[in-house]
């Protein structure tokens, strides 16, 4: 009996085990199919459709190197962070799972700003690079061109706010080319959305392009729907701008290998039949966008007619008398380059906005600005917009809402919903922040205290903003929002202790903040802070300038003396040998002037001594300067002698973050000692 157990027991695990050998094997031929399936895709360019596929081969085998190669390459325009996670585990389990592997891994470097590791990609691409391969050799030395200009680019960020239109709008497909009505509540857009109206799918996958609408209720956008009438066709159809009192709509239709059209709105609101805009302005070629002046009579427009490699350049085309178009002159090479240039935009003060694949962009279309210079009858060298409204991959359709106090773009980046959205920018503005600065003991309002708000600009650059607080009033000041301040609390001279107070980012000028601070002060604990050692005698050079000392000037004068710029130069070298170090640069005045009058040259005498420092080669982010005018004397202005030391200029060390926080600390345990 036992021997017949062992037998079935035998049996049994040969059976288990030649069904999972049928399972695994049925599983590995239909990850195959998948995979064949998934290249076919991927061959066509239809990499939306290829996803899919690859990810079920990768849920059976989660170590298959083709499919996490071809996958990778798949999702850079849908998940970048996921497209290099996929490259470079390929890279791990198959180094040479694709002859283009160190290519696709420079790309995805780059969009993820990850720019000398892109640079090192490129450099052993190129080497592996046929000699006869010219062209992808010439496209290899531009994307690490591109590189070396986002690294350059992400070093000197503005103060912008971007930000990503929502999902009410944007879509897991591609939108762009935002058009907004003259009272801000009309918006017309592009969509490559399954929501298109002829719900047809082009080679890439997305639908084929139509224009979409919503309007705003409140502060928010009704669900878009596809505009009805004859505005659509079958083929690409794209919205470019409202004109004439937004009764008429320029668009792009796929039609003539791509033409700029016009279509009027009828009696009832809807809009009409699209017709060309010109023979002289759509020809054989590619015509992709346009914007025409407010008076009707200028059209700037993108085509590639007139290159010698099928490019896009921009063109400008005048009315003549009788109300026919001229003829298309180019804006020139300084403007157009051998890669292309698109979405022209005529900014109300003469600013020329445009997106461009050369120049200095940092990967794909970068949107750049231009001024035509009116005496030598050209456009002035375009200016790259820079981060964060540039990114390394594709920035265009550069638009400024109808008053100009912010712009609508449409990017493929980090953090979006889709491929392409549609997103707003707005420059970061000043938030004023008011209250009382109080006694932690008791709470009774400090008069006389003066506040120092030490921050910095998106791109290092260090700012500062101070006021003393007045009996009922306490303190006000107008900062730059959207980053964190180091806030210094003195009263006659001597620091009380600093704190750290974070400023949201707004978007307008009218918002207030109130902000009360409750502080460690009595007469007796200032005592025991000059024992601690951080107090500055009122008119003397801080402990911490680094033996900086004061220039001086003469009366009503903010020239620099010779020994002023022998000092000067000395500070200089100090700086330079401490690169770490940021100053801030004070400019006094004696009383003989009113306080108005006193503050200004204050200001004065800082900025003569900020201008020469960058003169030596300080960088200006280093440096920023105040001015206390009479607030603030060395001395009591009671003689010549003691009113020419107060003509002067001082340099302070802006403490460190973690400096600010140590001297803190410092000063707290010394206040609370019994």
């Keep these: 009996m036992h021997h017949l157990y062992k037998l079935f027991s035998k049996c049994y695990m040969l059976l288990a085990l030649l069904c999972l050998l049928a399972a695994s094997g049925a599983r590995a031929q239909n990850a195959g199919k998948q995979l064949r399936t998934a290249n076919k895709?991927?061959?066509?360019?239809?990499?939306?459709?290829?996803?899919?596929?690859?990810?079920?081969?990768?849920?059976?085998?989660?170590?298959?190197?083709?499919?996490?190669?071809?996958?990778?390459?798949?999702?850079?325009?849908?998940?970048?962070?996921?497209?290099?996670?996929?490259?470079?585990?390929?890279?791990?389990?198959?180094?040479?799972?694709?002859?283009?592997?160190?290519?696709?891994l420079g790309r995805a470097d780059l969009i993820n700003y990850r720019f000398d590791s892109a640079i090192e990609h490129f450099q052993a691409y190129e080497k592996e690079l046929p000699r006869r391969n010219d062209e992808r050799r010439k496209e290899v030395a531009m994307l690490i061109e591109h590189a070396r200009n986002a690294k350059r680019e992400v070093a000197s960020p503005?103060?912008?706010?971007?930000?990503?239109?929502?999902?009410?709008?944007?879509?897991?497909?591609?939108?762009?080319?935002?058009?907004?009505?003259?009272?801000?509540?009309?918006?017309l857009f592009t969509s490559r959305s399954e929501e298109a109206t002829g719900n047809k799918a082009a080679r890439d996958g997305e639908f084929y392009e139509d224009i979409f609408e919503t309007r705003k209720v409140g502060q928010e956008w009704e669900k878009p729907r596809p505009v009805v009438g004859a505005l659509n066709s079958p083929g690409h159809d794209a919205s470019i701008q409202l004109f004439d009192n937004d009764t008429k709509l320029l668009l792009y239709r796929s039609e003539n290998n791509g033409d700029i059209m016009v279509s009027e709105r009828q009696a009832d609101g809807s809009w009409g039949a699209p017709k060309s805009i010109s023979d002289k302005v759509n020809t054989p070629?590619?015509?992709?966008?346009?914007?025409?002046?407010?008076?009707?009579?200028?059209?700037?427009?993108?085509?590639?007619?007139?290159?010698?490699?099928?490019?896009?350049?921009?063109?400008?085309?005048?009315?003549?008398?009788?109300?026919?178009?001229?003829?298309?002159?180019?804006?020139?090479?300084?403007?157009?380059?051998?890669?292309?240039?698109?979405?022209?935009?005529?900014?109300?003060?003469?600013?020329?906005?445009?997106?461009?694949?050369?120049?200095?962009?940092?990967?794909?279309?970068?949107?750049?600005?231009?001024?035509?210079?009116?005496?030598?009858?050209?456009?002035?060298?375009?200016?790259?917009?820079?981060?964060?409204?540039?990114?390394?991959?594709?920035?265009?359709?550069?638009?400024l809402s109808p008053d100009g106090s912010y712009a609508y773009l449409s990017s493929y980046r980090t953090g979006g919903l889709g491929e392409k959205d549609i997103y707003t920018i707005n420059y970061i503005r000043n938030v004023r922040v008011k209250g009382q600065v109080l006694t932690q003991r008791d709470s009774a309002a400090i008069p006389g205290v003066e506040l120092v708000f030490s921050g910095a600009q998106a791109d290092k650059r260090p700012i500062?903003?101070?006021?003393?607080?007045?009996?009922?009033?306490?303190?006000?000041?107008?900062?730059?929002?959207?980053?964190?301040?180091?806030?210094?609390f003195s009263k006659e001279g001597?620091?009380?202790?600093?704190?750290?107070?974070?400023v949201p980012a707004v978007t307008d000028d009218t918002t207030t903040l109130t902000r009360d601070f409750y502080i460690n002060y009595a007469d007796v604990q200032l005592a025991a802070t000059?024992?601690?050692?951080?107090?500055?005698?009122?008119?003397?050079?801080?402990?911490?300038?680094?033996?900086?000392?004061?220039?001086?000037f003469d009366t009503n004068q903010y020239t620099l003396r010779p020994a002023s710029i022998e000092e000067l130069n000395r500070v200089a070298r100090i700086l330079r040998q401490n690169p770490t170090v940021n100053i801030i640069i004070e400019g006094h005045a004696d009383s003989r002037a009113g306080d108005e009058y006193n503050m200004v040259l204050g200001d004065n005498r800082a900025g003569a001594a900020y201008d020469y420092l960058?003169?030596?080669?300080?960088?200006?982010?280093?440096?920023?300067?105040?001015?206390?005018?009479?607030?603030?004397?060395?001395?009591?202005?009671?003689?010549?002698?003691?009113?020419?030391?107060?003509?002067r200029t001082m340099f302070r060390v802006i403490p460190r973050e973690d400096e600010q926080q140590e001297q803190t600390q410092r000063l707290n345990e010394q206040l609370n000692q019994p």
């Design 41 to 104: 895709h991927f061959d066509r360019e239809n990499y939306r459709a290829a996803i899919p596929y690859y990810e079920e081969v990768l849920a059976v085998d989660p170590n298959n190197a083709k499919a996490l190669y071809y996958a990778g390459i798949s999702y850079m325009t849908f998940d970048k962070e996921k497209a290099v996670d996929y490259l470079y585990r390929a890279q791990k389990l198959k180094p040479n799972v694709g002859q283009d592997l160190e290519y696709w």
């Design 285 to 399: 070629g590619f015509e992709s966008d346009a914007y025409i002046t407010p008076d009707g009579q200028t059209l700037f427009f993108a085509t590639s007619n007139y290159s010698e490699n099928g490019d896009l350049d921009l063109y400008v085309i005048q009315r003549e008398e009788g109300g026919n178009w001229g003829t298309p002159r180019s804006l020139g090479n300084t403007i157009n380059t051998a890669y292309d240039e698109d979405s022209p935009y005529l900014a109300s003060d003469g600013t020329l906005y445009f997106a461009s694949r050369g120049h200095n962009t940092m990967g794909g279309y970068d949107i750049f600005s231009a001024k035509f210079d009116s005496v030598a009858r050209r456009w002035a060298r375009p200016v790259n917009l820079g981060v964060p409204i540039n990114t390394p991959d594709d920035d265009t359709y550069y638009r």
């Design 530 to 552: 000059a024992r601690a050692g951080g107090v500055v005698e009122e008119g003397r050079a801080p402990a911490n300038n680094l033996g900086m000392e004061n220039i001086y």
């Design 614 to 647: 960058v003169k030596q080669g300080i960088s200006p982010r280093r440096m920023v300067t105040v001015s206390y005018g009479e607030r603030r004397p060395a001395v009591p202005n009671t003689s010549p002698e003691n009113m020419q030391l107060n003509r």
């Design 494 to 502: 001597k620091l009380i202790e600093t704190r750290a107070l974070e």
């Design 464 to 488: 500062a903003y101070r006021d003393v607080t007045a009996p009922g009033r306490g303190y006000a000041v107008s900062v730059l929002s959207g980053r964190t301040y180091q806030v210094q």
């Design 158 to 187: 503005k103060d912008v706010f971007v930000k990503n239109l929502g999902g009410t709008v944007n879509t897991a497909y591609s939108e762009h080319s935002p058009v907004i009505s003259a009272d801000e509540n009309y918006l």
